[in-house]
């Protein structure tokens, strides 16, 4: 089992003074827009405000082997991005689509579980997944997002900067977390459903300068690094919205959660939740929001209205633990929330019996990078390259299937409910898998025991403590 170092390297940093520009310049340039809008410092005493994340002194997280599979080293991103036809600076909000770089293959219509087909990328990894109806929603270490209908390109939109880490879509808006520290808005246009316009950037540049202005708005987020606490100084992880969509959750590798405002896009508050990366925030039930770190807990932090102001309290640790909390999520029900490590093992616990712990799902040798749940199915997506199936009966679970079909780690999954005909009346579910070998893979998976085929694993070694 690989141990994962809490410890944080603290090298000697130079401030730089960047080149001043006058406060009305400043006002007068795009709220929205993102071309160096936060590498700018207003010049006070003994304030040094940090630019862009340092990789080499983030928080640890997970080792160095294992950042290395999870996320591409600064080089090789410049790399991928070169490859990319979205890859240039744009100042145009919209973004025409260009030709893909995708490719679909074997497309078919399976009764059973079983691999439907392929998107396979030929620029980088694939980073983050969300599903809404027959739209799914791709993001890589392109700075693009693609977006496709019944598996076939629809349309895509890119950032300027940063990597995309995670998506989430509420309604008409398309959330994107990056690398860079930002959270980006989107909106299909009404006039034509290919094209997707940037409403906003959280935060956003009038808000930045305005809390710039107070010198009581500066953190210490290194030594001798200072930085509005309104800004992610590091990668953004994960996103969550609260049931009433009024809250935006962003979980970053700065070891904070940000509660932002979602109609105005107001930081309303910021978590110092973990002592290293938070990988994961989710919301919960009984107004309750997880957040699974890279220091091995799971913490639940509980949302409490003080007159017109919502405030955020810790509540209680749920895990603590020597390996890396990767991913989390809580089931539709809202009645189990699980968790997964980087030693293999997905965690769950209860609400009916007071988010007592419930046991562990022992499928995966190596290194859990994310889970998805779907009526009464988890499923588990690891290093391993391959994913495990669950059907939850009470409080045990049955791995029903391995899907195997990745040839890299399994890095993000979204599922959606699949409508059409089934032989005996059973649920069926589209899993969508990315994966850092560059592709997309395709499943369909019936809630109930399929017949065995070539793609899948005997599981009869697989269970539930």
């Not at 959330?175 to 956003?204: A, E, M």
């Not at 405002?261 to 002592?275: G, M, Q």
């Not at 209680?316 to 189990?336: G, H, M, W, Y």
């Not at 059907?391 to 079909?405: A, F, I, N, P, Q």
Request: charge should be positive; include cysteine.
């Amino acid at each position: 089992m690989m141990r994962n170092s809490r410890k944080h390297k603290m090298g000697t940093e130079e401030n730089t003074i960047p080149r001043k520009q006058t406060f009305g310049s400043m006002l007068q340039s795009d709220p929205n827009h993102d071309q160096d809008e936060y590498n700018t410092n207003f010049c006070m005493s003994n304030i040094s405000e940090a630019g862009p994340a340092n990789y080499d002194n983030r928080p640890s997280g997970l080792s160095s082997d294992y950042n290395m599979m999870i996320s591409p080293s600064p080089s090789d991103q410049d790399h991928y991005s070169l490859s990319s036809p979205y890859s240039m600076p744009s100042m145009d909000l919209t973004s025409p689509l260009s030709k893909s770089p995708w490719s679909t293959s074997n497309i078919e219509s399976f009764p059973y579980t079983g691999l439907m087909g392929s998107l396979v990328r030929e620029e980088g990894h694939v980073y983050s997944l969300a599903a809404s109806g027959d739209l799914l929603y791709t993001g890589s270490d392109s700075k693009n997002i693609r977006v496709w209908k019944n598996q076939k390109e629809f349309a895509g939109f890119k950032s300027n900067s940063g990597l995309v880490k995670a998506i989430i879509i509420k309604g008409e808006r398309i959330f994107t977390g990056h690398q860079d520290g930002k959270v980006r808005v989107w909106k299909v246009s009404s006039n034509d459903p290919n094209v997707y316009k940037r409403i906003g950037t959280l935060p956003t540049l009038k808000a930045y300068i305005k809390s710039s202005m107070n010198p009581n708005n500066y953190v210490e987020v290194r030594r001798n690094r200072n930085a509005v606490w309104i800004r992610h100084f590091d990668a953004i992880s994960s996103l969550s919205m609260s049931e009433d969509q009024n809250l935006l959750y962003s979980a970053s590798w700065d070891k904070t959660i940000k509660v932002w405002r979602a109609f105005d896009f107001k930081c309303l508050e910021s978590i110092n939740a973990h002592e290293d990366a938070v990988n994961s925030v989710v919301v919960g039930f009984d107004g309750l929001v997880f957040s699974g770190s890279a220091d091995g807990t799971v913490k639940t932090w509980r949302r409490e209205l003080q007159g017109n102001r919502t405030k955020h309290f810790f509540s209680r640790t749920l895990l603590k633990q020597e390996c890396a909390v990767t991913s989390l999520v809580v089931d539709p029900s809202s009645n189990f929330l699980y968790c997964g490590s980087s030693d293999g093992l997905v965690n769950f616990w209860e609400r009916a019996k007071f988010l007592s712990h419930g046991g562990v799902l022992r499928g995966h040798k190596i290194a859990v990078l994310c889970v998805a749940t779907a009526g009464n199915l988890v499923f588990s997506g690891s290093a391993d390259t391959n994913i495990c199936v669950w059907r939850r009966e009470g409080s045990d679970h049955t791995c029903l299937s391995v899907l195997k079909g990745h040839s890299g780690p399994v890095k993000c999954m979204a599922v959606e409910e699949d409508h059409g005909p089934t032989s005996n009346g059973d649920r069926q579910f589209i899993v969508y898998s990315g994966s850092l070998d560059r592709s997309v893979k395709i499943w369909r998976v019936s809630s109930w025991p399929p017949a065995m085929q070539p793609q899948l694993q005997d599981q009869s070694q697989w269970g539930t403590n």
